[in-house]
């Protein structure tokens, strides 16, 4: 298994392992009004948004050069605006909650 390889693994599970953490809070702050498909969607894209970092550090203990850091790197952070574009597409089309009924009276 390549270096390379081996950094991106490292980087995505411990990505996965947070990226749980990261969604929960951010569901917690402000819950998204696309349903059940969205759920996953923002999950992936808090994971690969923590994988980034893990995978740079890995990377730089197994010697893999700039370039291939950089590249790569942005690649996860365009793998994080990727699944935050289709979620926010299908939260776009999703329809909004009714709103409360006032409560009369005497």
Request: with cysteine.
């Amino acid at each position: 298994m390549g270096n390379w390889l081996l950094a991106v693994l490292i980087g995505v599970v411990i990505g996965l392992a947070l990226g749980i953490k990261i969604a929960q809070d951010s569901n917690n702050k402000r819950r998204s009004g696309g349903g059940a498909l969205v759920q996953p969607l923002h999950y992936l894209a808090c994971a690969a948004m923590m994988s980034v970092l893990p995978f740079i550090i890995t990377g730089i203990i197994l010697g893999l050069k700039f370039v291939v850091l950089l590249s790569t790197g942005v690649g996860l952070m365009v793998l994080t605006g990727a699944f935050l574009l289709l979620e926010a597409s299908i939260e776009r089309g999703a329809t909004a909650p009714p709103p409360d009924r006032p409560v009369l009276t005497d």
